[in-house]
């Protein structure tokens, strides 16, 4: 079945340090990825999705690229900001008509001042 | 984008008792819901999935007589959580997919505590 495999957190970084997060996937077909967003408290946000290979989701600088041969998805933006603490989920949709996601186990990112 | 709403956002309730979780589409026809239940420091796990007039299909592994789900309109869905026991406390988030939508858009969730 499918699944998504995400970098473990809790992960740490000082304000304006570079982010990645790791995320790949097993999927049969060609999925859409996803990384959403869940700040405390709340419920889920989407942060941005590439529907098939090489596309490149980005919102609010944080970027992801859709990379088939490496089955990866890996989130990354250049300069965290405080507001940037959150959990952050990476997900997959399956093709032909599902509309089921599956979701990574999130890693929550703490950004410091 | 597109509104999903959840009410409460918070309840507590003392065991053995019922509990009513409402999701509602706020600005789309909402033709399938799904509810998730997210433990501490975990992912989301689908407990089940409704569409808009039918019975809703649930995971493997959740009583649905239990975790009662009524789709009954294109805006509304409803988790009823019965007989909760402290081990029910979680977050429960829904989400909608419909009409003029092209993705999953998620409610706040609810915050369950049974005592």
Request: charged content about 15%.
């Amino acid at each position: 079945g499918d699944s998504v495999t995400q970098m473990e957190g809790p992960v740490t970084l000082s304000e304006e340090a570079f982010l990645t997060i790791n995320c790949t996937y097993t999927a049969t077909g060609y999925p859409s990825l996803f990384w959403y967003v869940q700040y405390p408290g709340e419920g889920l946000q989407l942060l941005l999705k590439a529907t098939k290979a090489d596309d490149k989701g980005s919102n609010k600088g944080f970027e992801a690229t859709y990379r088939k041969e490496t089955t990866s998805f890996h989130l990354e933006k250049g300069s965290v900001q405080v507001s940037d603490s959150a959990v952050y989920f990476c997900a997959l949709l399956s093709g032909a008509g599902s509309y089921q996601l599956t979701f990574g186990k999130g890693t929550k990112l703490s950004v410091i001042p | 984008g597109a509104v999903v709403s959840q009410h409460p956002s918070r309840v507590i309730c003392k065991s053995g008792t019922s509990v009513k979780i409402e999701c509602r589409s706020l600005d789309f026809q909402a033709t399938t819901m799904f509810w998730y239940r997210q433990f501490p420091k975990q992912s989301l796990m689908l407990m089940a999935t409704s569409n808009e007039g039918s019975k809703a299909t649930y995971e493997q592994g959740v009583e649905k007589d239990k975790f009662l789900i009524n789709h009954a309109s294109l805006t509304l869905s409803t988790l009823t959580v019965t007989s909760a026991h402290p081990e029910d406390s979680s977050f429960y988030i829904c989400s909608a997919l419909g009409v003029g939508v092209s993705e999953q858009y998620f409610g706040p969730g609810t915050r369950l505590t049974v005592t």
